[in-house]
């Protein structure tokens, strides 16, 4: 069991939290939730012990193991995926490699009598009870298990790491952190940078494999899937729900209305009180009543209600000219890097005001379908954007393209028009950009802040075919809720690449499968895709040797 007792941060003398205390039991599986700068992130490097709490500790048995993935990973290194992930169990082999030492130089001393000769002995006997304690583990095929679930193909197994994406190193430190079977694995949005057939693989080891469990994410089916206890932080206190985050939702609205009418009953109270007060107030009969009630007011703690975002904002996108029947025809597309087919002989057609998702595992041609729909690479075969188009296009590099030198305010004001223009301080205050910060020049922006900034540029620009290349990444729930009710209103054309399920629900109603090469269209929503391949795709996952 790890206590997490009064903790508290503070910075130049306001509190980010203070007193919070918690358990974390040997089977919890905890959503650490809470708007941004709420302190999510920095109450998870504390217990990691990546950072110091102004005040409080963290106590957990003497060999417990605790597992951290951060947010961002800055990794340099000069060995194979491989090799890498296997330092999961580098002390069990430095145990090992030790032992086998030891053992040879017991095999050429010769001074069976001293003290340093039985020493060895001792030593040799008590690592020995140790490793051959440990469960009998085929170490490479459980490297090779995880390395398979979360996307990496055995071609890659002896590639060098710095080869790969800042996304791939993340997977690969996830291995690690997965290999380890730590007593609590704790998650900093680990979702952001794997596709859905790896999420379902990773909630299949958290569920069923892996002890205590601690994450943040913005992924509501993954976080709804995995937890059974939902930790809130707001207001630099916390709230502890035994519920997955769908159920804590609705205890959270059954506490504020609570909360409400405790305010109000106090406020008619103090309202009371103040009343009797002021009328009496220098009556000689009544001193000692109204110093009583004075007194009374002076040590009253005011009941606070929870911060909610009652904003009521619906984006709409601008109105577009009307497209052709067919706003995108791909026939007998190919597409080769040298000798690696990312896919051949693809097809397919897309109508006016349908709705596609395009799915499938990292590197299977997803990103390369739609930069080939853009124009931007060559390719072998047909493709084309059919007739009056105007393409809205969001790809995973869209924020590197925004002027630098506007700022946030001018980013969006410079493409508003109409009626939104006096709604852009309220619709970026839906991205989380508040207060002072609208007038925050790009170039100082981090790349989540970017890509959000990105996103509402994109949802004020009039257009008819919207292609949106793993758009979520870095929003946060409401923000996601926004994009998700202005995509559902869209009345053009959507092609959606995205690994949140929940965000994807009720979305689109076909699917294009990119698998080995090959591009598969089916005519089934993307809900009816998943459910039905979950099952298949776990199963597939431990049958690949």
């Not at 009253?300 to 619906?314: M, V």
């Not at 949106?468 to 926004?482: M, Q, R, Y």
């Amino acid at each position: 069991m790890i206590s997490v007792d009064n903790l508290a941060v503070e910075f130049g003398g306001s509190a980010l939290f203070s007193d919070v205390s918690f358990t974390i039991n040997a089977t919890d599986k905890i959503a650490l939730m809470g708007k941004n700068g709420a302190g999510k992130s920095t109450m998870m490097k504390i217990i990691a012990g990546e950072q110091k709490a102004s005040r409080g500790n963290v106590r957990f048995p003497k060999d417990a193991v605790i597992a951290y993935l951060p947010q961002h990973l800055l990794t340099e290194d000069k060995c194979t995926v491989f090799e890498e992930a296997s330092k999961a169990f580098a002390h069990i082999f430095a145990m090992r490699d030790e032992m086998d030492a030891l053992n040879k130089q017991l095999e050429t001393r010769t001074d069976y009598e001293s003290d340093d000769y039985m020493n060895i002995i001792t030593k040799v006997s008590d690592l020995g009870e140790k490793y051959y304690a440990l469960e009998d583990i085929n170490y490479d095929a459980e490297v090779e298990k995880a390395l398979v679930g979360l996307g990496f193909k055995r071609e890659d197994f002896t590639r060098q790491t710095s080869e790969f994406s800042g996304g791939y190193r993340m997977r690969i430190e996830l291995a690690k952190i997965l290999l380890q079977k730590p007593d609590l694995i704790l998650l900093d949005e680990p979702t952001n940078h794997i596709d859905i057939e790896s999420v379902i693989w990773l909630e299949d080891f958290l569920i069923n494999k892996a002890n205590a469990v601690m994450v943040i994410s913005h992924d509501k089916a993954f976080i709804d899937n995995i937890t059974n206890r939902t930790i809130e932080v707001t207001m630099g206190r916390i709230y502890d729900y035994k519920a997955n985050y769908s159920h804590y939702l609705q205890l959270r609205e059954d506490r504020r209305l609570h909360q409400i009418k405790a305010y109000n009953e106090q406020q008619k109270f103090i309202a009371d009180n103040m009343a009797f007060i002021e009328r009496f107030k220098g009556t000689y009969s009544k001193t000692n009543q109204v110093n009583s009630r004075e007194r009374m007011l002076e040590k009253l703690e005011i009941i606070e209600i929870d911060e909610i975002d009652t904003s009521a904002l619906k984006l709409r996108f601008p109105p577009s000219q009307r497209s052709g029947d067919y706003p995108v025809t791909v026939k007998d597309l190919s597409k080769s890097y040298g000798d690696h087919v990312v896919f051949k002989n693809a097809n397919m057609s897309i109508s006016r005001g349908e709705k596609v998702s395009f799915v499938g595992r990292n590197g299977e041609g997803k990103s390369t379908m739609i930069k080939a729909i853009m124009g931007e690479i060559d390719v072998d075969g047909h493709c084309a954007l059919g007739h009056n188009v105007k393409v809205g296009y969001f790809a995973q590099n869209q924020a590197s393209l925004l002027d630098e030198g506007l700022t946030i305010f001018q980013t969006v004001d410079e493409v508003a028009e109409g009626d939104v223009r006096t709604q852009i301080k309220n619709i970026l205050g839906r991205f989380m950009f508040k207060g002072d910060d609208i007038d925050k020049k790009v170039s100082v922006l981090s790349g989540g802040e970017k890509t959000r900034l990105a996103m509402v540029k994109l949802l004020l620009e009039p257009v008819n075919l919207l292609i949106l290349d793993e758009p979520t990444n870095h929003l946060d729930l409401k923000s996601k809720d926004v994009l998700k009710e202005a995509l559902l209103d869209f009345d053009g054309t959507l092609i959606l690449v995205s690994h949140d399920r929940d965000f994807l629900q009720g979305l689109s109603q076909k699917v294009f499968e990119f698998k080995d090469q090959r591009v598969i269209e089916h005519f089934e929503t993307i809900d009816d895709f998943l459910v039905r391949n979950r099952i298949e795709n776990l199963k597939q996952i431990d049958l690949k040797k």
